[in-house]
């Protein structure tokens, strides 16, 4: 007998989901429903697993597709057709822009930009070679559009990532890289002190809502 087909979502309040969502993707094993928290905005296409717990003010665009055992915290952004594997945990305040991979085994802290077209890979020899090892980000990096973040590579608190850097080796925090394979550079004053909170907090969409000051009532996560 084939698993049935029925809601296996809680979600809060205030939620504005699309049609042609599904919530609580049910798979074999599975033993908990899909849990968000309030003011979240789903968008079409988009498919969450089974088994994942989203905090409050997510936002995710369309067709995206978040598998099992996902972990994501308060006030996280997930742009439009971005694949999130299972087995991923996942900040607060963390904004991940389109197309962006993220595979098993992946940690992402608060207060984190991951740029457009980013892949993150999580088995140096597949296929060849049993396990996988998923890269580690601290608090507060931005990683900037179209990088190859190698695995079990740790990119340290705060650090600036360039674009289409190839990063093969674990990044000092505060630490300005770039280049392909990676180069670790002096952190320029303008960009120390890790990334803005009204950047990333505020639950804003150009084709949405327009402005949210609620961030400030709020503890800031560590960046």
């Not at 849990?35 to 979240?40: E, L, N, P, S, T």
């Not at 994501?72 to 945990?89: A, F, S, Y």
């Not at 952190?187 to 950047?199: D, R, Y």
Request: charge should be neutral; proline fraction near 8%.
């Amino acid at each position: 007998m084939g698993i049935p087909i029925q809601p296996f979502h809680e979600i809060g309040a205030h939620a504005q989901v699309d049609a042609d969502v599904i919530l609580g993707y049910r798979y074999p094993g599975d033993s908990q429903p899909t849990r968000i928290g309030d003011h979240a905005i789903i968008r079409s296409g988009s498919i969450i697993y089974a088994n994942t717990t989203i905090g409050h003010r997510f936002q995710c665009g369309h067709q995206v597709l978040i598998r099992a055992e996902v972990t994501i915290g308060n006030r996280c952004v997930v742009h439009h057709k971005c694949t999130l594997e299972g087995r991923l945990r996942i900040g607060d305040g963390v904004k991940i822009m389109a197309h962006v991979y993220l595979p098993s085994r992946t940690v992402i802290g608060n207060m984190v930009f991951i740029g457009p077209g980013t892949t993150f890979l999580n088995a140096k020899y597949p296929m060849r070679q049993d396990g996988v090892q998923g890269a580690t980000i601290e608090d507060g990096v931005t990683i900037g559009g179209g990088v190859t973040i190698c695995p079990g590579v740790t990119i340290g608190r705060g650090s600036f990532i360039g674009a289409g850097t190839l990063v093969n080796k674990d990044v000092p925090p505060d630490t300005l890289a770039y280049g392909v394979p990676v180069k670790f550079h002096p952190l320029p004053e303008s960009l120390a002190g890790g990334n803005l909170p009204e950047q990333l907090l505020p639950q804003t969409d150009l084709f949405g809502a327009q402005h949210d000051d609620s961030w400030k009532n709020e503890p800031l996560p560590p960046r």
